[in-house]
């Protein structure tokens, strides 16, 4: 991706607005359907365009991946004609910067956490908590957060490579099937989180590389990343099945830390009294308190 980065961005925009034209029915956007022989999935060009508001000439420019100019009315024609959600919308307007001679400059990521954080996780001694990059690397981890992932910290992949990688573990480890309960639904929602970083900083090269690897080394990410899925991650439950406390159901929160690009603050916060609050209470009973874990190696 690094070596023709405007080809790769086009690309990349071609691929995202035919898969979600495809999804689309005639019926699903209101238009009428003459005949039975459709020989496209979805809807045709000529179509979006309408109810885009558009030449025809001018869709088939942008689907070719020429979202350079593109103004603000333009994009926003495009994601209701496509019915984009508000990740896809996002993901679109990633998509038109990058497509600019200023969004081709790499994107800068912070790699590095901040004492302030580490002293905020270790102050969380009864919450499981993390910061990650956009890539999946846990760069520091809480002690309880640590043994609530002991499995990706144990897992013989990071044994001599760094840091732990929860994406690397889902789809390279068999363990990773015994872990998360809802496997495909965590596979679903990684593909579709890093597709989603790709628009943000679509020349990141540890970002493509580890895309790279993961394609080439697994048919499972590989089926997923041809769909082009978008998605925010920010709160939702995620289903453990542990190797000491048994199966959990944990709400977690995912937020952003301004004043460092690309690191993320996640925390697990069960209902008091709740069974998965007991566990995590035993878990940390087990649990050296107070012991911050930094993976950062740069």
Known sequence: MTDHPKKDVAAEVREFLSTRRARITPEQAGLPVYGGNRRVPGLRREEVALLAGMSVDYYIRLERGNLAGASDSVLEALAHALQLNEAERTHLYDLARASTPAGRRPTATSSRVRPTILRLLDSMPGVPAFVRNARFDTVA?????????????????????????????????????????????????????????????????????????????????????????????????????????????????????????????????????????????????????????????D
Do not use: C
């Open 141 to 297: 981890a809480n002690a309880l957060g640590r043994a609530l992932y002991a499995p990706l910290f144990d897992s013989p992949l990071f044994a001599q490579r760094g840091p732990v990688n929860s994406a690397r573990f889902l789809f390279l480890d068999p363990a990773a099937k015994d872990f998360w309960v809802d496997w495909d639904k965590g596979a679903d929602d990684a593909v579709a989180f890093l597709r989603t970083e790709t628009g943000r900083a679509p020349h990141d090269k540890a970002l493509t590389d580890l895309i790279g690897e993961l394609t080439a080394k697994s048919d499972e990410f590989a089926r997923r990343w041809a769909r082009h899925d978008v998605k925010f991650h920010r709160s939702g439950v995620k289903r453990f099945r542990h190797p000491l406390v048994g199966t959990l159901d944990l709400p977690y929160e995912a937020m952003d830390l301004p004043s460092d690009p690309g690191l993320r603050l996640n925390f697990y916060t069960p209902e008091p009294d709740s069974p998965e609050q007991q566990a995590l209470n035993l878990l940390a009973s087990w649990t050296t308190t107070g012991t911050v874990v930094s993976s950062a190696n």
